[in-house]
């Protein structure tokens, strides 16, 4: 079989699968502990799916959101590193519901937003444990809704991911470490969540389009960076 690049395969789990190409290629693989998803899996397709039953293992198919998926992961764990919680749980939640779907089972719809109060209590939470590595279970468990209920729901009432706007926040505030305080930018990656200051910087440029301690002039002597300019 002949598969262009970019195409998905679903492995089945205890069989040893054997690939073989013709030319150099790069392979990846992502592994779901079944016994910690399963019951992600009965939630988002409301027990109406099995891998098993669904003649999905061995299918070579192509996904523009599975790989969506997997390129921001990837790229995600090449700039910080190891995956936080919430951006793994949140990745494994997005392609197994588009799994399901490519399964044939219906997903359970979205039933809203997120109550009000529950919406406050998860920004304040994720706004209060910023340096911490906080899971998606931890945020659902505050807002009483299953993981794969609230990354949803979230999504809707936000407009962004769970883990994108704790990136934002995280630089928000980074950049107000950086205005009003002289903390090392070492030290100010640890209290925003990052594992050094190489980390935060990578980040940084990614949303600020410069480096944290250019960012630390600029808004300390204007002048200055204009006159550079």
Same mark, same amino acid.
């Given at each position: 079989?002949?598969?262009?690049?970019?195409?998905l395969?679903?492995?089945?789990?205890?069989?040893?699968?054997?690939?073989i190409n013709?030319?150099?290629h790069r392979l990846?693989s992502?592994?779901?502990?079944?016994?910690?998803?399963?019951?992600?899996?009965?939630?988002?397709a409301?027990?109406?799916?099995?891998?098993d039953?669904?003649?999905?293992?061995g299918?070579?198919?192509?996904?523009?959101?599975?790989?969506?998926?997997?390129?921001?992961?990837?790229?995600?764990?090449e700039?910080e $590193?190891? *995956?936080? %919680?919430?951006?793994?749980?949140?990745?494994?939640? &997005?392609?197994l519901? @588009? +799994?399901?779907?490519?399964?044939?089972?219906?997903?359970?719809?979205?039933?809203?937003?997120?109550?009000?109060?529950?919406?406050?209590?998860?920004?304040?939470l994720?706004?209060?444990?910023?340096s911490?590595?906080?899971?998606?279970?931890?945020l659902?468990?505050?807002?009483?809704?299953?993981?794969?209920?609230?990354?949803?729901m979230?999504?809707?009432?936000? $407009?962004? *991911?769970? %883990?994108?706007?704790?990136?934002?926040?995280?630089? &928000?505030?980074?950049c @107000? +470490?950086?205005?009003?305080?002289?903390?090392?930018?070492?030290?100010i990656?640890q209290?925003?969540?990052?594992?050094?200051?190489?980390?935060?910087?990578?980040?940084?440029?990614?949303?600020?389009?410069?480096?944290?301690?250019?960012?630390?002039?600029?808004?300390?002597?204007?002048?200055?960076?204009?006159?550079?300019?």
């Open positions: 079989m002949t598969t262009p690049k970019g195409t395969a679903v492995a089945a789990p205890n069989f040893a699968t054997t690939v013709d030319d150099s990846r992502l592994a779901f502990p079944m016994a910690q998803w399963q019951g992600v899996l009965d939630e988002a409301d027990g109406r799916f099995s891998f039953s669904s003649c999905i293992y299918r070579v198919f192509d996904s523009p959101s599975i790989r969506s998926a997997l390129r921001n992961l990837w790229a995600l764990c700039h $590193g190891p *995956p936080s %919680r919430l951006l793994a749980r949140a990745a494994g939640l &997005e392609i519901a @588009e +799994l399901c779907r490519l399964g044939g089972a219906p997903l359970a719809t979205a039933k809203g937003g997120l109550a009000p109060w529950a919406q406050r209590r998860c920004l304040e994720m706004r209060a444990r910023l911490e590595d906080i899971s998606l279970d931890e659902a468990a505050e807002a009483r809704l299953s993981p794969f209920h609230f990354a949803r979230f999504k809707q009432s936000v $407009g962004v *991911p769970p %883990r994108v706007y704790l990136t934002r926040l995280r630089m &928000e505030k980074a @107000e +470490l950086l205005e009003t305080t002289d903390l090392p930018v070492t030290e990656a209290e925003v969540g990052y594992s050094s200051n190489q980390v935060l910087a990578r980040v940084f440029v990614k949303h600020q389009r410069m480096s944290p301690t250019d960012y630390r002039r600029a808004v300390r002597d204007p002048l200055r960076v204009i006159a550079l300019q």
